[in-house]
C-alpha cells in the first residue's frame, strides 16, 4: 500500500514537473526555437538507437564471436578500451572542432584538443596492450602451468 | 516481426545488461542528475531572482563552488548515461512494443527522459565550447525547461520501475551464489516460449544462426566487473581531465577543460571581449565618469577620483556559469562607500550599468546584503596591474558568490533603488 502511494506520488510530481517544464518552454520560446528543440530531441534518439547502440551491439557480438578463439579478459579489455576512446571522443572531438572554426576569445579553447586527444588515445591503446601482455604472460601461463599439473 | 524483436533482444544479452546493473548505474545517474538540477536551479535564480529571493554572500567561494559542481556533475553524466543505455539496450526490443495504454505512457516517458537528458548534457557541452551556432534556440531557456522535463520523467521513471528497483536495490539480494541474477518470480519472461528464428528462412535467420553460436560469456561476475571498470576508468578520465577547470589544485590534470587557469589577459581567463562588447572606444574615452546616483543625489567619479578614495584589497574568485574559474586578487573602491557618497538607503538594492550594449547582462542588480558587504567592490585593479580592458576597465563590479556575469564589466552608472 505504501509502494503505492508513493508510485502515485512520484507519477504526479513528474507529471507537475513535465507540465511546467513543457510550460516554460512554450512561453519562452518561438515557435521556430519550439520546432528546433524537438528536432534536437528526436534526433538524440535517432543518434543514440539508430547510430552508438547499434555500433556498440556490433562491437559486442564480434568480441562475443571471438570468445571461442580469445581469452575473455583480452575481449573485455579491448572492448573497455574502445568503449572509454569512443566516449572521449564524442566528449571532445567537438572541441577540437570548434577550436578550428574559431572562438570569441583566446581564453575559450586555449588547449591543443587535438594533440590532446591524440595523445590520449596513444596512451589507451599502450596501457590496454600492456594490460593485455600483462595477463597473458602471467595468468595465462601460469594457467598452462597448471594444466599439465592437474593431468599428472 | 515479434520473432524479430525477440532474436534481437535475444542477440543482445549480457551479463552487464540485466535490472541489478540498470539500477545501480540508475541510483548514480539519478543522484547526478537531482545534483544538476539543484545547482543549476541556484545558478539560474541568483541571475533572475524572484521576488523576495535573497541569496548568501559567504562563503566568497559558493557559486564558485556550486557552478563547478554543476559542470562536473553533467560531464560526470556522459559515462553514467551511456552505460544505463547500454544496460537497457535489450528493452528496446520487447514484445509486444506496446502491451497496452499505461505501458504505451512508460515507454513514452522513458522516450522523454533519454532525449530530454541527452540534449540536455549534449547542448550543455557544447554550451561550455561556445558553439552557439547549432542550436537554434536559446540555451539558457531551453536549458532550464529540459531540466524540469528530466526530473518529471526521472520521476515517473522511478515510479514505473520501483518494484524493479526495490528488488535490484542491494547486490547481495540480485546474485545467486554463482553470480547469476536472481529473476523477478512475479514477471516471467514471456518470450522465452518463442522459438528462435528458424535457420534456412532468410537473412535475418541466418544472421541470428550466426550469432546464436556464438558461446555466451563464461564468467557473468568476470562480464559485470569488466562492464564497470570500464565505466569507472570514463567516469575518471572525462572528469579528472576536466575538473582543473573548476577547481585548482587539480589544473595540472587539466587537458580537456574549455578554460585553463592562467591563460588570459593578465593570467585570468575572459569570456567576453571587450572587441565582441564593442566598448574599445567607450571604455577608453578621457571624459569617462562613473554615475553614482540614489534618489536624493547624484555625483560622477573619474577614474583618479575614484583612485583618491579609500581602497580596499579582496580576494574574490571570478567564477563563471560555464563552470571555470579562477582566485584572484583586486583593489578598489567599496560599493557601500560609493553609495554612502551619494546618500543611499542603507537597505537599498543596486543597478548596475555597462558601457556595453545589446546584452542582457548590460544592466545588473545587486540585493542589499551585496551592497553592504565590505568585499563588494568597484575594482580598478587585479592582481597588482590596472583593469585590463578585456577585464572592464576602467572599472568592474566584483563581489562575493557571485556568476561572473553579473560581475558587471565597464562600468558606466550606478543606481540606488
Known sequence: MAIR?????????????????????WIWLSHKQYA??????????????????????????????????????????????????????????????????????????????????????VVLGLLTAAAILFYVRVFVRRQNLREPADQA | MQRLLYGFRQALQAPSRNPRTAVALGRLLGAAFIICFLTGIYSHFIQDPLPGMQFLTRPVWLYQFT???????????????????????????????????????ERASIAIFVASSLVEIATGLLNTYQWYALFGFSFRRTHFALAFIIIGSLAIHIAVKLPIITKYWRKSTSYDDDGNLVPLPEEPDKNSRLPLPDVGIGITSRVFAWIDKAP???SPRLSRRGFFATVGVAVLGVVGLTVGQSFRPLDVLNVFGPRKAGVGPDTLPVNRTAAAAKVLESATASDWTLTVSSSELSRS?????????????????????????????????RLSELVDSVRGSKNASVRATSLEQNSIYAVTELEPNFVRDDLTLIALEVDGKVLDINHGYPARLIAPARPGVLQTKWLSKLETF
Request: one cysteine or more; hydrophobic letters at 55%; aromatic letters at 10%.
Open chain 2, 301 to 333: 567619479f573619474t577614474r583618479a577620483e575614484l583612485e583618491d578614495m579609500t581602497q580596499y584589497q579582496v580576494d574574490l574568485p571570478i567564477a563563471c556559469v560555464e563552470g571555470w574559474s579562477q582566485m584572484a586578487h583586486w583593489k578598489g573602491v
Open chain 1, 5 to 25: 502511494r508513493i508510485r502515485i506520488a512520484l507519477v504526479l510530481f513528474g507529471l507537475a514537473f513535465l507540465g511546467l517544464g513543457a510550460y516554460v518552454a
Open chain 2, 67 to 105: 557552478q563547478g559542481v554543476h559542470i562536473t556533475t553533467g560531464i560526470l553524466c556522459f559515462p553514467l548515461l551511456f552505460a544505463k543505455l547500454y544496460s537497457i539496450f535489450p528493452l528496446l526490443f520487447q514484445t509486444p512494443p506496446i502491451k497496452g495504454f499505461l505501458h504505451l505512457l
Open chain 1, 36 to 121: 528546433r528543440v524537438i528536432e534536437w530531441l528526436i534526433g538524440a534518439l535517432i543518434v543514440h538507437d539508430g547510430i552508438i547502440a547499434p555500433a556498440v551491439f556490433l562491437v559486442t557480438l564480434l568480441g562475443r564471436r571471438l570468445g571461442a578463439r580469445v581469452p575473455a579478459v583480452v575481449i573485455a579489455l579491448v572492448e573497455g578500451a574502445l568503449a572509454v576512446g569512443g566516449i572521449f571522443t564524442l566528449l571532445f572531438l567537438p572541441e577540437v572542432l570548434k577550436k578550428l572554426i574559431g572562438t570569441a576569445s583566446s581564453s575559450i579553447l586555449p588547449q591543443n584538443y587535438a594533440l590532446h586527444l591524440g595523445v590520449f588515445y
Open chain 2, 216 to 218: 555466451p560469456p563464461k
